[in-house]
């Protein structure tokens, strides 16, 4: 466990894959799972003394599978453990040693996770008035209300909604360091998502504006955040959390839940790029250049450094007529796009 604390130490911040670094989240959930992973070759797997983390065998690893099998644990959930491992392994030299799920059983129709969005999940597909439903929160707490809309018209996650300061984070164009000649407004929000990694919004409509000045009606200074000043980002995270269930937001309830804000103003991003609906909300025959141009936006938009993440949002793009690619597609490699 020495052994394995260093490795931590020297490693953990990093991507398994990428030259970059990953998110507190993700060093958390990655080490307290190493941890255990090595008490429960003993406690569970029956090892009678575990081995050094470079001395770890592919026994270990095949028990572990069927430790988690019996415990009915979801395949992508184990699929999650082996990344882990993956990881583990790529910090001590042996970047083959964690074979594919198949190697310990597990049926790829079970394990892979499909990118593109089955159905749409936005409040209004579901029939729930957003306006209605704030001005509900609202009446229970404001703060947690005013998090809600800037979700709904930024398409912020929930941690970027609470932690967003509504007077540093909005500045004008000539601020953001973008390239002259990109601006699609005036005024920018400055967002730091997931793994510290920034994007500007731009601060484009009535409603994007009105959410920006419920913010700062409500911000007791001006570097003040969403979050109630009295209280830990954890703690403001649970409270609005409880909000959610409270007011029945969730999928046993209405059938919605908060990510649902920023799924809906992603998929009108892409309609009006894109001149229709996306795939998921019915749509599906835009021309391939546009759908391409749509998706491009709404991935910098969410936050993301791909370009198929959109599909998550959106669904998948509608099928090409034979041999017709969209502008600027070069067939092999148009998938990715750097985060603005």
Known sequence: MRVLEVLLELFNARHTALEKTVSHKTRQERANFLRRFFRDLGRKAGFPSLPDPRNLGQKHVQAMVQ????????????????????GLASWMGKPGFIRKPEHYGLVPSEFQRHENAQRDKSWAAHGVDVDAALAQVESFDARIAASMRLMDALALRRKESVTFRPFQDVVPFAFTGLSEGSGRADVYVRIKGKGGRVRWLPVQTQEQRD???????????RDAHMGDPAHSLKS????LD????????????????????????????????????????GGGSADPAQDRAARLVVSRTAGHARLRAAAAYLGGPGPRRTGQHPAGFEPGDGTSAKTG
């Open 67 to 86: 430790v988690w099998q019996r415990e009915q644990l979801a395949p992508a959930t184990i699929q999650t453990y082996l990344s882990f491992l993956r």
């Open 211 to 221: 959410a920006v000045a419920k913010a700062r009606a409500l911000a007791g200074s």
């Open 236 to 239: 403001n995270l649970r409270r």
């Open 242 to 281: 409880y909000a959610m269930r409270k007011f029945g937001f969730t999928g046993g309830g209405r059938g919605v839940t908060m990510h649902g804000l920023r799924h809906g103003r992603l998929q009108a991003i892409y309609e009006e790029i894109a001149g229709e609906p996306a795939p998921v909300c």
